[in-house]
C-alpha cells in the first residue's frame, strides 16, 4: 500500500488531455493506493467527474498534468 507522503500533493492541479484541452482542476485524490488502483490514482475533478490518472505516461509539468483523455 501507498502511504499519503509518497504521492505528491495532487489537489489544485491542472489536468489537460494530451492535446492541452483542459479537463478541470483535481479537488481530491479518492483513491491513491497501489493495492486497490496499481495502474493510476483516482482523483475527483472541479466540475463533480472523476479521472484516473496513470502513474505511467502522465506528463507532469508544475501546477499541471496531461493525460490520454478517452
Do not use: F, K, Y
Not at 491542472?14 to 496499481?38: M, N, T, Y
Amino acid at each position: 500500500m501507498s502511504s499519503v507522503g509518497e504521492i505528491p500533493s495532487w489537489v489544485g492541479t491542472r489536468v489537460e488531455g494530451l492535446d492541452g484541452r483542459p479537463v478541470g482542476r483535481v479537488e481530491a485524490v479518492q483513491i491513491a493506493d497501489r493495492a486497490a488502483c496499481p495502474t493510476g490514482l483516482l482523483v475527483r475533478l472541479s466540475d463533480g467527474s472523476r479521472a484516473l490518472v496513470p502513474l505511467q505516461g502522465a506528463r507532469r509539468g508544475p501546477g499541471v498534468v496531461r493525460v490520454p483523455v478517452h
